[in-house]
């Protein structure tokens, strides 16, 4: 499931397809645009069809309201299937996460062979990480364990994203990459739902400029926040902005907490099965942005996942 910008600024929920990431390209710059590229979605309505070839004049782009020519879209499969995923768990969760456990083992265990996994937990403000990304998949199942529980242990979601998309764990560029938090997603340092809240933007901003395509999974927190109706639907709506403008998706079961998350890691993994490089080229600017990106594919019988937001390096 997808926030999208519009309904989480109404405090409203809706449910849109979708997931990818932008990573500025840092060679072929021209005079007319700067060359970028995202990581988007397409994937069949009917379960049973084949993933279908897409051309690029299939592919209708927007930057910033205005039109742009697609230049190349790749499946990014075969050698080009390489990714690199982090679970994030929130150390605050409730520890009734532990019904989950196997689930998210399960997960861990079905990615293939291409993938490579880490688990790690929000902790004072950082990503902590107790096995490095790795293929083996027992080995990164090695580091998942009950969160500490402790209320605000994590300091703010936000601030973990932020760190680590600063520091990921990776230089790799050639891999996609993707993480997915487990957290309530209030902040903590401004509990009300503020879409323009400084610290969930920065790290969207980060996220983007990192190329990082964050999916969340809605879990209560310790605490008396996340029991709070329009306490957790505020940070149910920060997740969903995070997911929307990084292409990730945001999954969760109303207010509670989900039965399984089975049905949600079924969901990702096809998703993650049917991502496509898309190359395009954005107007030049003296200095950095993130603009907002529209993408419309014109095929029919399939779902189309794109970021709402593309960072575009300076002139």
């Known amino acids: 499931m997808k926030l999208s910008r519009f309904f989480a600024a109404a405090a409203a929920m809706a449910t849109l397809p979708f997931a990818a990431a932008v990573i500025p390209l840092a060679y072929g710059q021209n005079q007319e645009g700067i060359p970028v590229k995202s990581i988007i979605t397409v994937v069949p309505k009917n379960s049973e069809q ?10 209708k782009i927007k930057v910033n309201g205005k039109s742009e020519d697609t230049e190349e879209v790749t499946p990014l499969r075969g050698d080009r299937a390489g990714l690199e995923l982090v679970i994030l768990i929130d ?3 409730r520890n009734s996460l532990g019904r989950q456990m196997s689930e998210i083992s399960d997960f861990v265990k079905s990615l293939p062979p291409t993938t490579e996994v880490a688990i790690a937990y929000m902790m004072n403000g950082r990503a902590d990480f107790e096995v490095p990304l790795t293929t083996d998949k027992n080995a990164a199942l090695h580091a998942l364990h009950l969160p500490g529980g402790v209320a605000g242990s994590s300091a703010s979601p936000y601030f973990c994203l932020s760190d680590l998309a600063k520091n990921w764990p990776s230089k790799n560029t050639a891999n996609r990459r993707e993480a997915v938090m487990i957290t309530d997603g209030i902040d903590p340092y401004n509990v009300h739902f503020d879409p323009e809240d400084p610290y969930v933007n920065t790290a969207i901003h980060d996220a983007i ?4 395509v964050v999916d969340a999974i809605y879990w209560h927190d310790m605490g008396i926040a996340s029991r709070v109706g329009f306490l957790a639907n505020g940070g149910q709506n920060l997740l969903g902005l995070v997911s929307g403008d990084t292409g990730g998706s945001f999954y969760y079961q109303g207010l509670a907490n989900a039965v399984s998350f089975q049905p949600f890691f079924a969901d ?4 993650l099965n049917n991502q496509y490089e898309l ?19 014109q095929m029919p019988n399939v779902k189309l996942t794109a970021p709402n937001l593309v960072y575009v ?3």
């Open 50 to 59: 084949a993933s279908p070839p897409i051309q690029p004049n299939d592919v």
């Open 209 to 212: 400029r990192a190329g990082i």
């Open 268 to 271: 990702l993994s096809k998703r």
């Open 313 to 315: 390096p300076g002139s």
């Open 279 to 297: 190359d395009f080229v954005a107007p030049r600017n003296k200095k950095p942005q993130f603009a907002s990106l529209k993408v419309k594919l």
């Open 91 to 93: 150390s605050g969760a």
